[in-house]
């Protein structure tokens, strides 16, 4: 079983950036899709960015232009570069990866962010 594991939570100030970053413990593209979830005290959790086998994304439209998802292969990595963060990006970030038989999850990693 493909183990994620993420790393690069933190408290920041908003207006500050963080850098996610989720690793596989096998290879990468053999996921449909790989992203990220999150999860703020109370709410659903949420998709917030995702990409393909192909290179197709989708960011969430609170984040856009803000966030940036990306993936390094070589490195069975996929990053997500948070900018201009908001307080309303508080929350439990989960990597997942899709592998069209069941989704795979991260044990997720710490976003807080000050107003």
């Known amino acids: 079983q493909v183990q994620l594991v993420e790393s690069g939570g933190d408290f920041v100030q908003a207006g500050g950036s963080l850098r996610l970053s989720c690793v596989a413990s096998g290879n990468i593209l053999s996921f449909d899709a790989v992203g990220w979830y999150r999860q703020a005290p109370g709410l659903q959790r949420e998709l917030v960015a995702s990409?393909?086998?192909?290179?197709?994304?989708y960011v969430l439209d609170s984040v856009k232009g803000r966030f940036t998802i990306s993936r390094d292969s070589t490195k069975n990595t996929v990053h997500l570069q948070m900018n201009s963060l908001k307080f309303e990006d508080t929350a439990v970030y989960y990597c997942y990866g899709d592998d069209a038989y069941r989704i795979h999850w991260g044990r997720g990693t710490q976003v807080t962010v000050s107003s």
């Open positions: 990409i393909t086998t192909s290179g197709t994304t």
